[in-house]
């Protein structure tokens, strides 16, 4: 079976095939995607024709059962600790720093309820280059969430959806070494291909090609069914 290196949110990680998925299922996704690749790569200098192949690709896409089983724990959670008032009970806490205080315990209780490993959670605006959150992996192999603490003034409700976008890349990441949450083999293959080959939004000619890799839409789409 042997091993594959690969660079996922910042990290070299070597991850054993025999562990996180078939071989086999890799090279099928591999050969899969090379349109898609192509795709996102393309995007950037505008092909019409295949970014029209990979919306095409985004509308097909369908979460899996354990996406339904951990959207349907989040949205309990998020229920049971705000009822219908988000913006209330952030607006209760009045200084930046109680906000962030709250916000770290309600997304730590978001954390423990999926069971993913999330061991920082920062705020940070000046480095954010107007992203609402990113992930990323550092040296210690710590997982660290880093959230736009413009939200926690101006936005509190897409502070939860982002929240919970960035937990599903913890999620995604952490399946490759630890399939805990029972995927398929295939979509093991497809996370493991989306994070090898991944797309940063560096540009706003990038911006369409990152909103279309597999990790992705599956962020999205397992945030609209939290939320809508």
Known sequence: MGLVTVIIAGATMVIAASLAYGIKKYQEVKQKNEEILSATIS????????????????????????DRELAIRLKNKIYELFGDGVKREFEKRKTLQEKQIFAQYVIRELINSIGVKVDFIEFDYENMDGAFGETKIDANNNVIVTLNEVLLVDDPVQ?????????????????LTNNAW????????????????????????????????????????FVDIIFY
């Open 159 to 175: 502070l939860l959806k982002t929240a919970c976008h960035e937990l599903k890349h913890c999620v995604q990441i952490q399946s």
């Open 43 to 66: 995007l950037c200098i505008e092909n019409k024709a295949l970014q029209e192949s990979l919306n095409a690709y985004a509308e097909t896409y369908s979460l899996e059962n354990p």
């Open 182 to 221: 029972g995927y398929s083999s295939k979509r093991i293959a497809e996370y493991l291909y989306s994070w090898e080959h991944y797309v940063s939004p560096s540009s706003i000619e990038c911006a369409e090609a990152y909103e279309k890799q597999i990790i992705e839409i599956d962020a999205n789409k």
